[in-house]
C-alpha cells in the first residue's frame, strides 16, 4: 500500500463518519436552520428553546470539524512514515 492509496482511504474514512453522523442533506437543513436563528438574533434574544437548539447545533457542527481535524492528523502521520509496512499498519 502506497502513502498516498493509505491517505484516500483515510480521506473515504473521514467522509463516512462525517455522513453517518449529519449526511449532506441534514448538514443543509442545519445551515438554513443557522441563518434562521442568527437572523432572528437581529430582532431578538433566541428562546431558551432556540439558545438550546443553537447549542446542539454548535456541538453537531464540532464533532464534524473534530473529524477533519483527526483526518488531517492521520494523514499527516502517514506522510511522515518510511516502509510499506508501517503504512500498511496504520490506523487513526
Known sequence: MTKESKISQIKREAA???NELLPAWKQSNLNARANELNAIRFDRELTENEQSEWQSMLNTWQAVKQI????????????????????????W
Open 16 to 18: 463516512e463518519r462525517i
Open 68 to 91: 477533519r481535524i483527526d483526518s488531517n492528523a492521520a494523514e499527516n502521520v502517514v506522510k511522515a512514515l518510511d516502509t510499506t509496512e508501517e503504512i500498511e499498519a496504520f490506523s
